[in-house]
């Protein structure tokens, strides 16, 4: 008769036991929400971390593929073997849409993109192009690909401008055709993708504002400068 409430109370014993070990388990006290607490700091910090270094990866923040990396890094040293400025060279990648920044001004000192605008490629005497043809021949109107040295600023037929000097057979009769860098007001200073930009007689054709940031670096270094029109 007696056995009957002391099994009860066993029972409920036990049954209160295993009920405080489930609650402890759900809820790890305080220290251990420090704990937890700390690790959601530290991963806080390092995601941080990962995001400042991608905003802080390059210098200008202007989008660059590593085709336009290596093409400058070879111009550079195309520079500085042939007493070439070591410190800013020019490269115009023409694979790229008339729309988009495809003139870019290379800081050799700092291997960064500094500066990229809009160019104009040359119509090659018809209506219009949407995309370069490229030809070496006097009057054609057409782009020519290769390295130039950037010569003396004059006042010629679009104001003032830079001579351009073809240093290879793809573009030997840049001087003698008048190929030269020069400002034009169809050229915008922003991108206008998806729209096409207007045409040039075969010169490197670039907004007004662009010309002058060129001016102020082509003045100010020297040594001549090297521009790459390239594919």
Request: overall charge positive; aromatic content about 10%; glycine content about 6%.
């Amino acid at each position: 008769m007696n056995r009957l409430p002391i099994t009860s109370l066993w029972i409920s014993a036990f049954l209160l036991l295993l009920s405080c070990t489930a609650e402890n388990r759900d809820n790890p006290g305080p220290f251990a929400e420090k704990t937890e607490k700390k690790e959601t700091t530290v991963s806080s910090k390092k995601k941080s971390s990962k995001s400042t270094k991608k905003k802080t990866g390059t210098k200008t923040g202007i989008s660059k593929s590593r085709s336009t990396v290596n093409r400058a890094e070879d111009l550079a040293n195309y520079a500085h073997k042939n007493g070439y400025s070591s410190k800013y060279c020019f490269l115009v990648d023409m694979s790229l849409p008339s729309g988009r920044n495809r003139f870019f001004v290379y800081d050799i000192e700092n291997r960064d993109i500094a500066y990229a605008a809009l160019v104009a490629h040359g119509s090659c005497n018809e209506n219009f192009l949407s995309r370069p043809r490229f030809a070496n021949t006097p009057e054609c109107g057409c782009s020519s690909l290769g390295k130039y040295k950037v010569g003396a600023l004059y006042n010629g037929k679009y104001g003032k401008s830079y001579r351009l000097y073809g240093l290879e057979k793809s573009n030997s009769n840049a001087f003698k055709r008048g190929v030269v860098i020069h400002g034009y007001d169809c050229v915008p200073d922003n991108e206008i993708h998806p729209m096409v930009l207007c045409n040039s007689l075969g010169c490197p054709m670039v907004s007004y504002r662009f010309f002058n940031r060129l001016t102020r670096i082509i003045s100010q270094s020297g040594k001549p400068i090297l521009l790459w029109v390239y594919r």
